[in-house]
């Protein structure tokens, strides 16, 4: 069995959440004409986020 461990971001995870959030863009091309709309205020986003401890992540510990 895996062992997941659920970890708080910081600033320094910005990179790997939108690395993330890219691996969606085939889908939300889908339902939106330009990508970089989607993509605008994601770093505030994010950063608001870090701030308020409302980010975290799962990683796998095996």
């Known amino acids: 069995m895996d062992n ?4 708080k971001l910081s ?5 790997i959440w939108l690395n ?4 969606a863009d085939k889908i939300v091309q889908n339902l ?12 505030l ?4 986020k870090i701030q308020k401890n409302e980010a975290y992540m799962a990683i ?3």
């Open 4 to 7: 997941i461990i659920i970890q």
């Open 11 to 15: 600033f320094d995870d910005c990179e």
């Open 20 to 23: 993330l959030a890219h691996e």
């Open 32 to 43: 939106i004409e330009d990508l970089n709309i989607f993509y605008e205020g994601f770093d």
């Open 45 to 48: 986003y994010m950063n608001s």
């Open 60 to 62: 796998n510990d095996n």
